[in-house]
T-cell receptor
Framework: GQQLNQSPQSMFIQEGEDVSMNCTSS?????WLWYKQDPGEGPVLLIA?????ELTSNGRLTAQFGITRKDSFLNISASIPSDVGIYFC????????????FGEGTQLTVNP | GAVVSQHPSWVICKSGTSVKIECRSL??????MFWYRQFPKQSLMLMAT?????????EQGVEKDKFLINHASLTLSTLTVTSAHPEDSSFYIC????????????????FGAGTRLSVL
């Protein structure tokens, strides 16, 4: 099915560095979500965004809903080893019956 | 928080047997649940939408007779992989939709921990 364009595909950073990843789409979404998936586990919701321009934080994580409603970014500040995992963006449309369109994921590796 | 329990977490079965996977929403009711399949290093692929009290809606290319879905209560959906074969080996993940009570907006999917299926 349709997927969002998520970048970068992977990141290798040092502990303490800041991280930024984003998702773009050719069409509009009404809700943007960011999930994190650890190996062998299901995705865990990090941040949900409901309005264009909305900027929301969850601890060291900050995400924004793009003004055009076609993009979103996630920032992680002062990364720590437990930030390792795969981060997925997901978009939801009002007309989709709450179905999600997922990005391809960003694999984050944090070197201590 | 919203807790979704998925069981079993890992199952090995012989080719030709059937396997049932359960998905439960523990602290909220979910009229809608979703079943996904995930291949290594790939994103989640939606297989079907499970609706309480009615038939599931399958995505294009997903065999409904192969992947039987039952959503008999507001807190439980099951996926049965019938006559499993090695190509059915995969990571299966369910999610439950927690609704805000409004027609649109703030309806969030919460995911189970996944089930690793290995068919020998």
């Amino acid at each position: 099915g349709q997927q969002l364009n998520q970048s970068p595909q992977s990141m290798f950073i040092q502990e303490g560095e800041d991280v930024s990843m984003n998702c773009t789409s050719s069409s509009i979404f009404n809700t943007w979500l960011w999930y994190k998936q650890d190996p062998g586990e299901g995705p865990v919701l990090l941040i949900a965004l409901y309005k264009a321009g909305e900027l929301t934080s969850n601890g060291r994580l900050t995400a924004q809903f793009g003004i055009t409603r076609k993009d979103s970014f996630l920032n992680i500040s002062a990364s720590i080893p437990s930030d390792v995992g795969i981060y997925f963006c997901a978009g939801q449309r009002e007309t989709s019956g709450s179905r999600l369109t997922f990005g391809e994921g960003t694999q984050l590796t944090v070197n201590p | 928080g919203a807790v979704v329990s998925q069981h079993p977490s890992w199952v090995i079965c012989k080719s030709g047997t059937s396997v049932k996977i359960e998905c439960r929403s523990l602290d909220f009711q979910a009229t809608t649940m979703f079943w996904y399949r995930q291949f290594p290093k790939q994103s989640l692929m939606l297989m079907a939408t499970s609706n309480e009290g009615s038939k599931a809606t399958y995505e294009q290319g997903v065999e409904k007779d192969k992947f039987l879905i039952n959503h008999a209560s507001l807190t439980l959906s099951t996926l049965t992989v019938t006559s499993a074969h090695p190509e059915d080996s995969s990571f299966y993940i369910c999610s439950a939709l927690r609704t805000s009570g409004r027609k649109y907006g703030k309806n969030i999917q919460y995911f189970g921990a996944g089930t690793r299926l290995s068919v020998l």
